[in-house]
């Protein structure tokens, strides 16, 4: 029995199953788009009360009514995830895609903190889940726009591959030089390649943290290269971005635009035109 | 009455509130010119004055004549936003305007700091009305190339949006994470999430001031995955951003060399056209 | 008389300046060449004198060879400077040249050095003089590439001074803003609005030195904006010179290979093509 | 004898030279492909070795192991290279390629560290030889796309020399400026022109340790200026590449639907052409 025909017979078996699945998994129907709206707010409130936890001023304060908010939405969003895989049609499938686990991840952590304090921090991960927003804005454009960029980011992805493996080559030569030449001195900051490695990333992304600063001549000299190629090398992922997005965008507009003229079945025409511009002959 | 029929009735019922009128909202006429040319200098005086009367050792010198300048060009702007008020033909639509509330809000702060010291440095929002430079300007260039940047930026507005939710889901984990990992030193910087959300912030940016830095090794590594990330990153509003300007330059460029159809005088033919989109005349 | 005519005559009457000239201001002869090439090696060495000089511990041991070094150029330079006005067709042109200007401001800081003690610091501006290697490369691709970005930047003057306006606005309200916030702790180092500016330049432009940083909560926030608000508009300038240099280099190409074919008369053949590739006819 | 034929004759005469030949330099073969695996792993556990030995509180514990390892690496390292010598066609070609003398600089170090102590970290020069890992991935994808960034930043080679010139001229005139602006404070980090100018690389390349950061007003003004020309010019690299890379894009999109001439068997024609560029031929 395939999914579309277990679909339809669960509506007629199963009425409840499908109602909550409508509910749950769709923003179709006045009540599913309800249930996303207050959902995201539950996640909303969750991460904010988790930050505000973590500030010890106003945590000394609110503790105990952080504590309960806390209890509250975790124990909403574990029915959730179980209704979720009871009203789902291919349970395994969901528990594996990218929502299932993020949604796991983001109940784990309070139950967790019972055992191990601090991990309750790593609810954030629910911030996550306010990706399932743009399901209920439907709005397709941001949609296409957003595969825009996705599929402008994949076909770069073995140029960026290229790419990020030369900038890993550098910052291990250029991190070990600084070492020799930095490490040296007692008072120096490059105490250890790794940490020198550390610097050549904070350098040649052009972060420059302070943190870790060359003091000798030699060592400034090589940083002032090792900038110089930062800043012409970020060139690099840029223009390939660039390009990849003039493309991916010239290919989305043309999807849109084809009508073909019915006399010189000429392609071409803009999206406003009710003539065909070689002929002449009505679109 | 329309106001196009009210404006020509008020030229002649009314001539001194076309007069005015036509003095402070247009630039056309050599009184107009000559009155913008004076506000300009009299904005610039004013947040100048205002700069340097922060600067406390050039304060305590000139206090007294820093306080005459603020309060005349303070009554000669509230003047003028009485005159603009009462010669404009729809005046709720200029208050409720940008250059309305700009208007409204650099003459409030010195009527404010008679109650409230402080508030005086609030009219640097007259920065803003430098803006009306353009009008003077009055070079269609200027007004065509701003709007070429303007139309890009919201050409790629759902496709920024998207980058932005991105950098903002990444940015809170990212943050947690350290938090959880730098947080646990009595020494760390990293006292709470929205600390840490903040020098995320300040890496991913790669600003990088260095006031907040890892000291862990795992910190560190993690904040180099960060940086690397940002760098890349980066790449993506450049990238919509280009190709949204080389596609606004290429719109611009072709409605410069328009004809207009000789039956329906529509204009925004291509150059290859011969006939008419709209009404399919031969061009 | 033309120039050309009194060259052509200066070249039988005054056989000595047209020498002069011809090794001074062009490089094809050997005698030119030589003299340029001499001319890039004193001026580099100059430079690397006049860094060196400025290093205590440098300067401590070789002051009298670097003052000898020193006033030998600077007397070389002289002369040719005097040697140029002598030989040169049009002096005043010459003397308000860019070439000119820096060829005076690389000579008169030795000389005012002997008043004004520090002054001889200046002439690090003869580094500008290095720009005439390029005539000695006399490479028509350097010189077109350059052309090519000057023209790509020419070409987005307007965007980027409309551009710049804004970064401008940005950065005085938001610095006036960061004052307001800051500036009540008396540990601030936002201590007036000038000084919060800068920092907003620093913010801004992700240099981020961290010298200035905000240490309040909103303060923080506002400079989280900023930051990201600096992240997106970098965006800007660099698409706007994308933009340029793409639409610059094409039309850089498309004049370079304009055969049209004898037979078709149709244009777009490579620079390799032998045989138009519409008609098949020998180009 | 061309190369070819010795190849064969080769592969006769001498058949363990061959296999030796085909195992090091080939990754057709399941026992080739193997020995890149291997080799691959003995690099990245070599780098990671030297990189461990350089922390202090690791290398105490485990200092024997970490140099076992090491010479053990190295051995091998220089068996393979010694093998690479004996089996490859022309030596010479080989000792002088990148590749063989990448191979060299990566066992010399740990020989040298015999006598000069320290020398052993230069041994991370090892981690170009990971570059060898594309010869196994054998995906021609990573090949051509590798050729695309390489041929873009090939072409943009002129421009970015004369924006690299222009950049150090920026740089040695502004570091200069501000030594004589900063420099007269005894308190000040500007303590000659060569730290001047690697301020100046800091500031402009938007890095910002902080390190060094101006002081007096009128430094704060022109690091200002810089910053923000730092932030304009940023944007011509990324153009320049950006616009390459669209190119060579297209290039090599064009290539990949290449049809050869039927009669003189030549590639390169474009996709429109109806006649053979070269000899005329009809496609």
Partial sequence: MDPT??????????PLRHKIHEIIFEADT????AFDIILLWLIGISVAVV????????NKEYQS???IIEWVVTILFTIEYCLRIYSVYRP???IFSFYGIVDLLSILPTFLSLFLPGTQYLVTIRALRLLRVFRILKLSNYTSQGNVLLSALRASRTKITVFMMAVMTIVVIMGSAMYLIEGTDPETK??????SIYWAIV???TVGYGDISPTTELGQFLSSILMILGYAIIAVPTGIVSSEISKADVVEEEEINTTSCPSCSRYGHDS????????GHSL
Same sequence: chains 1, 2, 3, 4.
Avoid: H, W
Wanted: charged residues 20%.
């Fill in 5 to 14: 025909q277990r679909k339809t017979s669960d509506k007629i078996v199963n």
């Fill in 30 to 33: 006045p009540a599913g788009k």
């Fill in 51 to 58: 930050m505000l936890e973590s500030v010890p001023r106003i």
């Fill in 65 to 67: 009514l952080f504590t």
């Fill in 92 to 94: 395994f499938v969901y």
């Fill in 190 to 195: 490059f105490t250890s390649i790794p940490i």
């Fill in 203 to 205: 350098t040649l992304t």
């Fill in 272 to 279: 406003d035109a009710t003539f065909c511009k070689y002929c």
